[in-house]
């Protein structure tokens, strides 16, 4: 597939083409006040960056062939590797999908070492409340 540009606008996706590779490496765009993410930035062998976020009570899914972490310039912003910190070097991707989550949605990457990546709203009953990423074991 490997489409360019944003692929998913929606609260109900599902993101098949990272299905059994491994993903090298997670960076999360933050707000360096609140510690919010913004964007979550993922790197997959073989695919260039795709960055996901929500807003607005959808999740967005996109790939943009273009993506620079290591050099971007944006002082406003943090940008944190995050793949050491949640341990997914290297693991093997078995699900990425969105979903409905109260007024709200959640994007969560599943992997066959049964770990699960969840970005989601805060206060899922709060349309459009602030973001955290999180792992579940």
Known sequence: MNQEGRIFQDDNFIFTEFNGLKLEKLVV???PETKE???IYLKVENHNWH???LDAG???WEN????DI???DDESFDYIDKTSDFDLSQKVISKIWCEPDQNNCKISIAF???EILVLQTVHAEMFDSSSEILIIK
């Open 29 to 31: 765009c933050e707000n």
């Open 37 to 39: 993410p913004i964007l």
């Open 51 to 53: 960055q996901y976020f």
């Open 58 to 60: 959808f999740g967005v």
């Open 64 to 67: 943009w062939n273009i993506i």
């Open 70 to 72: 290591d050099n971007d």
């Open 112 to 114: 066959e070492s049964n």
